[in-house]
């Protein structure tokens, strides 16, 4: 039986899994992973919703309201980080201590048909949690829309979003950072910090702009509704992106290709896939390739404090 109904759709997977079957082999890691998609997926019906179905390390599920998908996802979040802390408290490998969970949600008019359901809406969410960086939850205008007015100054826009396969972007919000602690490590460990940046300077070609705090998040990409567009063709449209938190620049890397920064004139290159990191000081960020590639995109940037005046070096 077909039925066309409006509804909001979750898409939830999890990250890192990967690294577990690495780290404990086929069956030990299909067990793990299939025991945590498992418990997230308990986070559906206790909310009011339908799982339509497990995919290897994620889940899709539909939902009659907003606010029930909102509060299933912030289950699952919830859910993760009790494990990964039971993990960690009887010695659980690396690999699934660092789990972490990207969910997206979208809502409109869903096509439920033999245990499946197909739309607009699922495309979009399904493409969207591409963008999704560790412990993220985004959302559409019209899933957003559905909210209380109590929970709506929760969330952040980051602006609109081409979405691969989709003509018409798509404005989306994230919800504010659950944890601090989601930054990745650097091998440069902990920056001491003299004086709290208040802005950061990036430079491209000709191309050069100055963002402060109250300007973010800045969108880096291909796309020509990016915030600091650069047009090459190993930049995706919406290739990394700038967040102002906790009194910090992070750097959010949302490609296909990567992003990589170097600070300073230090020869070690960071990779961030999916992943994020403190920006401090100043350095290069390579967007689709590494800044020691002198054919790869790379972006200058500086972090600037107030009563900053000089110029970038070189």
Sequence with gaps: MTSIAERTVLFADLRGSTALYGSLG????????????????????????????????????????????????????????????????HGA???LRSLRLQVALAR?????????????????????IDHASDNETLVTDEVLAGLSMV????????????????AAPVH?????????????????????????????????LDSREVFDGAHMP??????????????????????????????????TDLSYNGTYVRFG????????RRRQCTLHGSGWIGLGGSPSDPTAPSIRFELLSFGDTLPMHP
Excluded: Y
Excluded at 227 to 241: L, M, P, Q, T, Y
């Design 108 to 128: 409109g008019e869903v096509v439920e048909m033999a245990g499946d359901c197909f739309g607009d809406a699922v495309n979009v969410a399904a493409r969207l």
């Design 151 to 166: 929970i709506r100054p929760r969330f952040r826009s980051l602006d609109w979003m081409h979405l691969r396969g989709r």
């Design 26 to 89: 086929n069956a030990e890691a299909t067990s793990v992973v299939t025991h945590t998609v498992n418990a997230l997926a308990r986070a559906v019906p206790s909310c009011g919703g339908e799982l339509v179905k497990t995919l290897g390390d994620g889940l899709m599920a539909v939902f009659n309201s907003s606010a029930d998908g909102l509060q299933s996802a912030q289950q699952m979040h919830e859910e993760l980080d009790q494990l990964v802390s039971r993990g960690r408290e």
């Design 265 to 272: 004139n230090a020869m070690e290159t960071i990779t961030l």
């Design 218 to 251: 800045v969108m880096l990409g291909r796309s020509r509704q990016a915030n600091f567009r650069v047009d090459d063709g190993r930049v995706s449209r919406s290739h990394a992106r700038l967040d102002w938190q906790g009194g910090a620049f992070q750097l």
């Design 172 to 204: 989306v919000h994230v919800l504010g950072r659950r944890r601090a602690v989601d930054a990745v490590a650097t091998q440069f460990g902990e920056v001491a910090r003299t004086m709290e940046p208040e802005s950061v300077r990036l430079v491209w």
């Design 93 to 95: 490998s690396a690999g």
